[in-house]
């Protein structure tokens, strides 16, 4: 996609809102950011006092001798689910909707906070019957579900460490993340329903764990969602509601230290192994909370809607957590946008009144395409008064996108906070403040207070506003990645490599802040990471999977800029057999799309298959993928070819295969 550099418009914070927000004006934002400056921990254990209720207060607030493994709030002992919940109960919020639940049909299921809290703790009681502990791991593989924010929620009741594996991976992703993780127990579903069709979990969950690779699991607790057939493994499997049938809709909260590992989410890097973003209780929880506060501008009276799914980090930040802890209410949604039509979500907004939405680039792109295809499931349709703030998250949004949501679903008078963050962030890191800050469309503006992000070059350096860079953070925040599971030497390599001196964060991305305005515009990642749809995949993982087909000898992919998913999935292909062409290239090309489904998961389905005798190599053998990038966009090669081994390869690589 394509960022307007030299996007001038800007937006004001509307007034009325900007009167009653949490940081009401630059003048506030810059105080805080200045008292972080001033002093950084001290900022840091004043709102980690006034926000998180502590069972045994810390006494140290950041420990930087074990650096870049930095601790926060080390001595100090909470309990994440009581945070959540049992405080909510005590300030008067017991009957207050915390969820209401719409699943993909239309049924609306309203949950308050004293449902939640009795929900949680008999699923909490019911994990500890099954001999799960502190410090145990539990996958959830579940669909978006209120069962799926209480076994999240439980887990940390118990002190377990849960590590929620998106239900579109599949069965092979699943398995590779239980082993990695050590799961002893796995929460699934019978079956998910999305856009009127059911599809499978619990089968792909047997798949996963068939044989013994993956003995150490020692239960599936199975949530009957639809009812479907499914086979119940004698010893090992059980349905949830048996598990928490008489129950004590009480249990008392597993007191755990601040740094103790809340979750662990895998995501894509740039080799082909997901990485194990392992988070922390405290810290992380803190920075869920002020987020909802400050970004979101979070009111007793709010509708809030974050449409993911708790598979992704943003699910567990701002659905499962963030407004549980500050005693907001929220929908979730099972469904899809586009069922049973593209009005689905602007229909949900009027029906709900929700007042804050918060969504992906891809999501917007493809309802813009289906109003203009079809005026019906226009937002102008719909009744969106309610809204008074809007979010995107997960891409960059591109100036037209922004401006089709700012005019149609804000009605001009809707602030959109254009959250930048990342799975190993924990939450928003540059971001406008509704209240606050005035709008450029394309631009994540300022980082939040207490956040210190720089543009510099390869060694460190910072560069001047209107030179592109490379994005970091100069200074740990407290919801930061701790490491990456099971392996910290990766996590140093990937996070605090030692070119720029081993203790400032490296976040992936590309960046540029703006001459005058000093607002960061992301540029996009600088490493062999793609995200299309808003979901980040590696495309390592992806090569990988397509040389472990028997038909495959070599393959290499790209990203290929795509007007609705951002980026798209370009791969080019050598088979151990002649190159195909027509109707047979046509027929492998499916092939091995579907082969990647399977492997990976659909999310991971090359868009275009290319087949070439050999790739662009340099005489040393390694394959410019430079130039694959220049080809999948289908542009002219101006780059110097001289270097090239086979430049007669380049011609070949033109031709698509559409299948
Ligand atoms: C990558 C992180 C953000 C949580 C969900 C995705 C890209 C994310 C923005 C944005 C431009 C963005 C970055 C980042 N990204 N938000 N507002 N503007 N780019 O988390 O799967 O860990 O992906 O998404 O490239 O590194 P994730």
């Not at 099972?334 to 007042?355: C, L, Q, S």
């Not at 002649?578 to 489904?597: F, H, M, N, T």
Request: with cysteine.
């Amino acid at each position: 996609m394509t960022i307007h550099e030299s996007e001038m418009r800007v937006f004001l914070p509307p007034v009325a809102l900007a009167e009653r927000a949490t940081v009401s004006s630059m003048e506030a934002y810059t105080a805080m950011c200045t008292a972080a400056d001033e002093d950084y921990e001290g900022f840091w254990a004043k709102l980690a006092n006034e926000n998180l209720h502590w069972h045994k207060p810390f006494t140290k607030t950041l420990n930087e001798s074990d650096a870049p493994f930095y601790r926060w709030f080390d001595d100090g002992r909470l309990n994440v689910s009581y945070n959540c919940l049992d405080r909510n109960l005590q300030h008067g919020n017991a009957d207050k909707t915390a969820v209401i639940f719409e699943a993909d049909d239309g049924e609306i299921t309203n949950i308050t906070y004293s449902d939640m809290h009795e929900r949680v703790c008999q699923f909490a009681n019911g994990l500890k019957s099954l001999g799960i502990k502190k410090g145990d791991r539990v996958v959830i593989y579940m669909p978006m579900s209120v069962e799926g924010i209480v076994a999240m929620q439980a887990c940390a009741r118990i002190g377990a460490t849960h590590s929620v594996v998106f239900g579109g991976f599949s069965a092979k992703s699943l398995q590779e993340r239980i082993i990695d993780a050590g799961a002893v127990a796995v929460i699934t579903a019978d079956e998910q329903v999305r856009g009127g069709k059911r599809l499978p979990l619990k089968t792909i969950v047997d798949e996963a764990i068939n044989g013994d690779v993956c003995d150490f699991v020692r239960n599936v607790i199975v949530y009957r969602r639809t009812g479907g057939d499914v086979e119940m493994i004698a010893d090992r499997d059980l349905w949830l509601h048996e598990v928490i049938a008489d129950q004590p809709a009480d249990c008392e909260p597993e007191w755990v230290d601040a740094e103790h590992p809340l979750f662990i989410l895998y995501t894509s890097g740039s080799t082909g192994k997901p990485k194990g973003v392992q988070h922390s209780s405290a810290g992380y929880l803190l920075w869920a909370m002020l987020t909802m506060k400050w970004t979101f501008d979070i009111k007793p009276t709010d509708i809030f809607w974050c449409t993911a799914d708790i598979g992704w980090v943003t699910g567990h930040t701002y659905i499962a957590y963030g407004p549980l802890a500050v005693g907001a209410t929220q929908i979730v949604f099972e469904g899809v946008p586009t069922y049973p039509n593209a009005g689905r979500f602007w229909d949900m907004i009027a029906k709900h009144k929700a007042t804050i939405f918060y969504t992906a680039p891809t999501a917007i792109r493809s309802l813009i395409k289906a109003a203009d295809a079809d005026a019906e499931v226009h937002p102008k349709k719909y009744d969106l008064s309610s809204l008074r703030l809007l979010g995107s998250v997960g891409e960059p949004i591109n100036p037209e996108a922004w401006m089709w949501y700012y005019r149609n679903v804000g009605n001009e008078h809707c602030p959109i906070v254009d959250t930048f963050w990342q799975t190993e962030t924990g939450g928003h890191m540059i971001t406008p403040l509704p209240g606050a800050t005035p709008m450029v469309p394309g631009s994540c503006t300022m980082p939040l207070p207490g956040i210190m992000a720089a543009v510099v070059d390869e060694t460190g350096n910072d560069l001047p506003n209107g030179q592109g860079g490379i994005l970091v953070v100069k200074r740990p925040w407290p919801s930061m990645i701790r490491t990456i599971w099971g392996d910290p030497e990766r996590f140093k390599k990937s996070y605090f490599p030692e070119e720029l001196g081993g203790k400032i964060y490296l976040a992936g991305d590309g960046a540029v802040r703006n001459d005058k305005t000093g607002y960061f515009t992301i540029t996009g990642r600088i490493d062999d990471v793609l995200n299309v749809s808003g979901h980040r995949m590696g495309t390592m993982e992806i090569e990988s999977a397509l040389v472990a087909n028997p038909l495959v000898a070599e393959a290499a992919v790209v990203g290929k800029p795509d007007e609705t998913t951002g980026e798209s999935i370009c791969a080019f292909v050598v088979l151990k057999r002649a190159r195909p062409s027509g109707e047979e290239a046509r027929q492998i090309a499916k092939e091995l799309r579907d082969w990647v489904a399977r492997e990976i998961g659909p999310i991971a389905k090359p868009k275009e298959i290319r087949f070439g005798d050999n790739l662009p190599k340099t005489r040393s053998g390694k394959i410019m993928r430079r130039l694959l990038r220049v080809l999948a966009k289908g542009e002219q090669i101006t780059q110097d070819i001289s270097t090239l081994e086979n430049p007669a390869i380049l011609q070949q690589l033109k031709t698509v295969v559409t299948t």
